[in-house]
Each structure stands twice: as structure tokens, then as C-alpha cells.
């Protein structure tokens, strides 16, 4: 059977997330059915929603548990329309930001549902030659490009591969993974060469204002399954980091804080746990320092209440 026709979708959900609300659809549908065993199978079919097509391939059973095997896929996809689709509240956390060039997305869902059984769901995506305006500062990140797969399987996994852009002239290229939601494990891999002020402009924290000068940075980490949420275990111990830092001219301020720190140059390296300092110097208020040396125990200290740090360290100033 072959059904062609315009529907509107006044509430889509999984569960409580709400998926898709009041948006009209254009079906084109080729579609067999077969009555007796309840099996609905669907060729090579489109649906057309704000303007961006989606192919839809694959069978649905509706027996003593219900199955299905289906594939979605959408190229040349328009993220401005993608992200009008976005449901009530979320749309919100994005409005300073405005965003356009090519998304692709394959979504593959297979398996049984009944109950608190759900089936596997695998989302491969991906971004190219994308922009994204911070409309109120007026700075845009340029040339993004992503690949990024996500499933839902043994607690959900999240990676993001082949990752880039360009800030006003400075570059990030990176990838990254998150395993298990629930109690996550993570791996970073990035290199940046930013000027401070320009990812000031882009993306504030509220923390941390008035950031100035260039960094120039390089990242590895690792941390297992249990060291998010065991510190007080010693799960800090499962973390592994190396790279380094360095900083030109570097300046910040810390809300709640009257000084200003300033001057900021230097090169931190940093291997798991310890951390070396190659002669940073700057200005914290009027008063300059000079610091070279060695931070270990780092991530116990950050992370853990009454843990000591092991500074190794020579720190002058002319101000004191």
C-alpha cells in the first residue's frame, strides 16, 4: 500500500521526554501489511517535517511483544530547522545562540518493547562546515565539524570524534566518550590554541569574567567508571592525564573576588596527579609572583575533603 498525506503531531513522547509537539507531517508512506501474523513492513518511505526529509525503512511486529527494526536517516539537514523542533524549556538555554550549516543523522532502533524492556537505539550524526553566533556578543565559532555516535546500550554511551573549529583565528581539534550514564567513565582528547577573551565573549560561566591573553593547550584523560562518584574511595587514583598549558599575557577575575589576577605567563605540564610548573609569574592584585615547581597529589586535594597537597615549589616577589 502506498499512502501519501499530511498529518499534525499534536504531542510525540518516549516515556517523559517529549520528543515532538504540535508540528505538522508529510507522509509518503509504502507500506505492506499483513493482517494475519500483524507485521506492517515499510520500503524506502519519507516524512517531511519544518521542511527537512527523513527516509524511513523497516518492519514492525505487534505480537505477544512487540518489535520493530527500523532506520531513519536525514542528509544536508538544517540545524536552524533541527533545533526548532526542540521541545518546550530547551529552546530557552539556547536563545543567545544562533546556528546554521549541514547536519546528517542515521538513527537505527531494533528490538522488543514491553514493560521496562527497551529496544537498542544507535544515532550516528554529525556536523559540517557549521556556524554557531553568540547573537548578543556577536563572536561566532566557524568551520564546526563533528562526528558523534550515541546508543543507548549498557548504560548509554556518548563519543564525539573528528571535533574542530575555529574562533577568530584560533583553533580547537579534539574527540571525546562518555560510557554509562549512570556512573560514567570518560575519555578527552583535545589540542586548543584560543585567545581567552574571544571564549570569554563566546560562552560565560559566571565564575570566571574578564578572561584575557592566549592559551595554548594539550589534553589526554581517562578516568574509570568509579572515580566521578568514589573519591572519598580513592577513586581520584583511576584518573589519567598528561599534557600541558601554556599562557601569554593571561588575566581573569572570580566573582565574589575584589582582585584582579593579571600578567598570567607560563607553562603548566601535567602527568596524572602531578602537576610542574614552569616559571609562571603574574599578578595577583598588585602583588607580582614568580613560581616554579611542583603540585602532587592534585586530584585528591581538588576532589576530597582534608586531603593535603604536596607542594615542591620556589616563589618569589618583589611586592611582598
Given at each position: ?5 499530511n498529518i499534525f503531531a499534536n504531542k ?155 574562533l577568530n583565528g584560533g583553533k580547537f ?148
Amino acid at each position: 500500500h502506498k499512502v501519501d498525506g499530511n498529518i499534525f503531531a499534536n504531542k510525540i513522547n518516549s516515556g517523559n521526554l517529549l520528543l515532538l509537539q504540535e508540528r505538522p507531517l508529510d507522509l509518503e508512506l509504502d507500506m505492506q501489511i499483513d493482517q494475519l501474523q500483524n507485521k506492517y513492513l515499510v520500503r524506502k518511505s519519507l516524512v517531511t517535517v519544518s521542511a527537512m526529509e527523513i527516509t524511513l525503512a523497516g518492519v514492525y511486529k505487534d505480537q505477544d511483544h512487540p518489535y520493530i527494526d527500523m532506520e531513519a536517516e536525514g542528509e544536508d539537514l538544517d540545524i536552524e530547522s533541527i533545533l526548532s523542533l526542540l521541545p518546550p524549556g530547551y529552546d530557552n538555554k539556547i536563545a543567545d545562540y544562533k546556528s546554521e550549516g549541514e547536519m546528517y543523522a542515521k538513527c537505527r532502533i531494533k528490538g522488543t518493547f514491553a514493560n521496562e524492556i527497551k529496544p537498542a537505539v544507535r544515532i550516528d550524526f554529525g556536523l559540517k562546515k557549521a556556524t554557531i553566533e553568540n547573537k548578543k556578543s556577536e563572536i561566532s565559532l566557524e568551520n564546526v565539524e563533528l562526528d558523534g555516535r550515541y546508543e543507548n546500550i549498557s548504560g548509554g554511551k556518548l563519543e564525539l570524534n573528528n571535533v574542530y573549529f575555529v574562533l577568530n583565528g584560533g583553533k580547537f581539534k579534539g574527540s571525546g566518550k562518555i560510557v554509562d550514564f549512570t556512573n560514567p567513565s570518560f575519555t578527552i582528547n583535545s589540542e586548543a590554541n584560543l585567545n581567552l577573551s574571544d571564549v570569554n565573549r563566546f560562552v560565560s560561566t559566571g565564575v570566571v569574567s574578564n578572561l584575557s591573553g592566549n592559551a595554548n593547550l594539550k589534553l589526554k584523560m581517562q578516568a574509570d567508571a568509579g572515580s566521578l562518584k568514589s573519591f572519598e574511595q580513592g577513586g581520584y587514583n583511576q584518573i589519567k592525564a598528561n599534557g600541558y598549558i601554556k599562557v601569554v599575557n593571561g588575566g581573569f577575575k572570580i566573582q565574589g573576588d575584589t582582585l584582579n589576577y593579571s600578567g598570567f605567563n607560563g607553562e603548566l605540564q601535567y602527568q596524572d596527579d602531578l602537576v610542574k610548573i614552569e616559571q609562571l609569574q603574574g599578578m595577583l592584585g598588585k602583588t607580582d609572583f614568580k613560581l616554579k615547581g611542583s603540585l602532587k597529589n592534585l586530584f585528591a586535594w581538588l576532589f576530597r575533603e582534608n586531603e593535603s597537597i604536596g607542594i615542591d615549589a620556589v616563589v618569589e616577589s618583589r611586592s611582598v
